[in-house]
Each structure stands twice: as C-alpha cells, then as structure tokens.
Nanobody, 121 residues
Framework: QVQLVESGGGLVQPGGSLRLSCAASGSIFRIFTMGWYRQAPGKQRELVSI???????NYADSVKGRFTISRDNAKNTVDLQMNSLKPEDTAVYYC???????????????WGQGTLVTVSS
C-alpha cells in the first residue's frame, strides 16, 4: 500500500506565502508525475501544477509566476511554494501521483487527503 500525506496548509493574509509539502510512503520503487490540485468551495477540482520524474513542470495560468513546484525523488516528496497569495487561491489542496510503482504493482491516480489553504485578511 502507498500513501500521500500533505502538510503546510493554513490561514494567510493576501500577499503572503505558504509552503505545502507532500510525502509518499510505502515500498516505493518509482513515482512518475507528481502534482498539486485544488478544489475551492462549489467548484471542480483543478490542476495547479505538476512535475515529472525528470523535473519538467507545468503550471495553471492563474498561478504562473507566483507558485513554484519542486520534488525530491530520493525522498519521494513534492513541495509547492506559494507566494503573493490571493483570496481566490483559497481551496483544499491535494497532492497527486499519477503512477507509483512498488516491487509488486503499480498504483494509479494516488491522492492525498488534502490540506486547506485560506487566504483572507
């Protein structure tokens, strides 16, 4: 069994910064693409940013220039540095791995439990 656990959410004022972290656990051989998604109240879950195992990144237009994704393949972690936060960034943020391979099987579309980010004065 594999698991993703997020941390780092909380309340921040507009213009502030937060750093989200996600750690994968289990007998992991390889994690392919990792990323962050978010779901605001009353809205569908949307992509925030992804990073491949080779380090290629992609960002939603709404966060380009403000958010930075990074991963550590040795530690099986992915972080999201969020700067210049806006009230519209308020959402539950979910960590995702599209494929996690162990020595026995491949798990697809693995999700964390989510962490709440609230941007408000």
């Amino acid at each position: 069994q594999v698991q993703l656990v997020e941390s780092g959410g909380g309340l921040v004022q507009p213009g502030g910064s937060l750093r989200l972290s996600c750690a994968a656990s289990g007998s992991i051989f390889r994690i392919f693409t990792m990323g962050w998604y978010r779901q605001a109240p009353g809205k569908q879950r949307e992509l925030v940013s992804i990073v491949t195992s080779s380090g290629s990144t992609n960002y939603a237009d709404s966060v380009k220039g403000r958010f930075t994704i990074s991963r550590d393949n040795a530690k099986n972690t992915v972080d999201l540095q969020m700067n210049s936060l806006k009230p519209e960034d308020t959402a539950v943020y979910y960590c995702n791995a599209d494929r996690i391979s162990t020595g026995y099987r491949t798990y697809r579309e693995v999700w964390g439990q989510g962490t709440l980010v609230t941007v408000s004065s």
